[in-house]
């Protein structure tokens, strides 16, 4: 699945995770508010099998194992792409091949046909006090070579209103109960965002082409808490300095047998530095927490294809290696410093012959693991880690325009450095957890009248064994390897694309997802078969819009069903079906020496506060506006 950056623009979208959730297959868990932390999950895997790639380099956090999407920010996204299960793109870094999911984001490329220097400001107001200028230079600087840096800030209140639930009211008076609904506002939402990025991109006199990238984060936010019996206390706050760094070397090399592009080199190094400070005044802790994190990671990679020709097709060879490094630092005194190194290799073969497509690869992965300081829960460090995951995918065109597949992978994720060493719940006795996926679909694309269809459908079966999860121990809870999930679904998607004539266009997009993710941990336990938590077996998206260029109205729905915050599926454990829909209006002028774009999006139309994490009241009906100019 791939989105451009004309999709983007057309949906109204401002963040990254409201594209992420209108795609089948995909939940993204949101813990409200503009501050809450955000994550997407691949077919009920979990937020920890979900890569992230940007500019094909993978990102890494070992100490939360997830990536925060709120990091990423659109208006610099030229394309998104989702791989789900075994992809056929097979020229990617080595540790993608053992990801449960893959999402790619490919930042904007400096475009100097009209000028020599790019300017593009906008500034975007929303409700509760949001607001989000924008700015991004970019400049030719030499033939081939471009110069570009943009920043951006976001300011936000977050006290937007909520109404949550109901509760028992007493008249002191008759002593009669009645219920009354309270209507609340929400506090501790509050964030400060600076975003800034510098990159330089061009192409070498070897040949190839050079790209480097300088990103830097400070947040700094409140953490809204849950709303426990109608009452909020937020005193726990988040500061994030992320400071992160990329050098990307692509070239093709030609062979006179085999072609001119016969050979693909990508060299790729980066380093990230992230600096988190955690603090909570609750009257319950005699001293306020104050913790704070230093996470340094140092990451190079090399990807090389080989193309062959052949009389009635062609075959791709890739060969790919992934080294890291990772260290954390902790003033909490049960931090024994960890240390991690590993190592990725992955060799894949593509066999293409037109109707017939076939994939498979093996990947290595070797682990190592140290900590400097030897504590009492932490003696010593985790035993190493290596594993062998296989894939095989094969698709065949039985007619023009459809096409049938299958796939078979083995991936696995380690245990994060949360999950091994947080304060007394942390264990070292942890095996990583093993997904075992298989799938097979079909997909088609045909003309009907006018209108350019597509379909897809595809059923799978996930297995996730030694699945991480928290278990009480006496009074303490610590991870254990308890965990054995077995998920069933479907995914199915259509579109439509009919010209209506003078320049204008109807788009329109449906999917739906079925998941039956069930914990068959252990027959005695109540919950045995029941849905995982979070996981609804139901959701949906529905997107239309109209346009012609320079207009466009666009209308998207999500629905999610029935889900459950806790392991047994009964109906004190549910939580509510929630839809969220909105549409979005943009219109582009082009003025003598500027473009001028002015849009504005109604979100969440219903005015509902439905949560998708239990207690954390999502936002109302809101408002944004935004206006860009562009020279």
């Not at 924008?134 to 936000?156: D, H, M, N």
């Not at 980066?270 to 600096?275: A, E, G, I």
């Not at 880690?385 to 991936?411: D, T, V």
Request: proline share 5%; net charge positive; with cysteine.
């Amino acid at each position: 699945m791939q989105i451009g950056r004309e999709a983007i623009e057309r949906s109204g979208a401002r963040e990254l995770h409201e594209i992420l959730r209108t795609l089948p297959g995909l939940t993204v868990q949101d813990y409200g508010g503009l501050g809450g932390l955000k994550t997407v999950s691949v077919r009920g895997l979990g937020a920890a099998h979900t890569a992230v790639c940007v500019d094909g380099v993978m990102l890494s956090d070992a100490q939360q194992g997830s990536i925060d999407l709120c990091q990423f920010d659109l208006d610099n996204t030229a394309s998104l792409a989702v791989e789900l299960g075994s992809p056929d793109e097979i020229f990617k870094p080595a540790s993608a091949f053992v990801s449960g999911g893959v999402v790619s984001i490919a930042p904007k490329e400096a475009d100097f046909s009209e000028h020599a220097t790019n300017t593009s400001a906008a500034l975007t107001w929303g409700s509760f006090s949001t607001l989000k200028p924008y700015l991004r230079i970019e400049q030719r600087i030499a033939p081939g070579w471009a110069l570009s840096a943009g920043g951006s800030f976001l300011s936000s209140d977050g006290d937007y209103p909520f109404v949550y639930g109901k509760s028992l009211v007493i008249d002191p008076d008759t002593g009669d109960i009645s219920t009354e609904t309270r209507r609340q506002r929400r506090s501790g939402s509050d964030i400060n965002t600076f975003k800034s990025d510098i990159r330089l991109e061009g192409n070498t006199r070897l040949g190839g082409k050079i790209l480097s990238a300088l990103q830097w984060m400070d947040s700094e936010r409140g953490l809204p808490g849950a709303v426990i019996l109608y009452a909020q206390n937020p005193t726990e706050r988040l500061h994030d300095r992320d400071l992160s760094a990329r050098l990307v070397y692509d070239n093709t090399f030609g062979s006179r047998k085999a072609g001119d592009d016969a050979w693909k080199l990508r060299l790729a190094a980066s380093y990230r530095r992230l600096h988190t400070r955690y603090t909570d005044t609750s009257a319950i802790y005699p001293v306020p927490v104050d913790d704070r994190y230093l996470q340094q990671s140092v990451s190079a990679g090399a990807v090389l294809q080989r193309a062959f020709k052949m009389k009635d097709g062609g075959l791709r060879v890739v060969i790919a290696q992934d080294l890291n490094f990772s260290g954390l630092y902790a003033n909490t005194p049960a931090c024994p410093l960890p240390r991690r190194v590993s190592s990725v290799t992955s060799v894949g073969a593509q066999y293409d012959r037109g109707r017939l497509r076939a994939t498979a690869s093996a990947t290595a992965t070797l682990q190592y693991e140290s900590i400097r300081e030897a504590t009492t829960a932490h003696p010593q460090a985790p035993p190493d880690c290596r594993r062998l995951s296989p894939s095989l995918s094969i698709s065949y065109a039985l007619l023009p325009g459809l096409r049938l597949r299958a796939f078979g992978k083995e991936g696995f994720r380690t245990p994060t450095f949360n999950d091994l060493y947080y304060d007394r719940v942390g264990s070292i006795h942890l095996v990583p957890e093993k997904a075992f996926q298989t799938g097979a679909g079909v997909t088609w694309q045909g003309n009907a009248s006018k209108a350019l269809l597509t379909f897809t459908a595809d059923a799978y079966h996930n297995r996730v064994r030694d699945k991480i999860i928290a278990v009480p121990t006496m009074f303490v809870w610590r991870m254990r390897n308890l965990g054995l999930v077995r998920m069933n679904g479907v995914d199915v998607s259509a579109g439509m694309v009919l010209p209506l004539g003078r320049g204008w266009t109807l788009r329109s997009d449906a999917s739906y997802s079925y998941l039956n993710a069930a914990d068959i941990s252990d027959p005695s336990e109540k919950n045995y078969g029941h849905q995982i938590q979070y996981t609804a077996p139901h959701s949906g998206a529905f997107s239309a819009s109209l346009s012609n260029g320079a207009t466009s109205l666009s209308y998207t729905l999500c629905a999610v069903g029935k889900r459950w915050f806790l392991p047994q599926n009964i109906e004190a454990n549910a939580l509510a079906p929630y839809f969220d829909h909105g549409i979005a209006l943009r219109r582009s002028v082009r003025l003598r020496h500027a473009g001028l774009v002015l849009s504005a999006e109604a979100l969440n139309l219903s005015g509902i506060n439905y949560e998708i994490v239990r207690s954390y009241p999502m936002p109302g009906r809101q408002l944004r506006i935004s206006l860009k100019i562009t020279n």
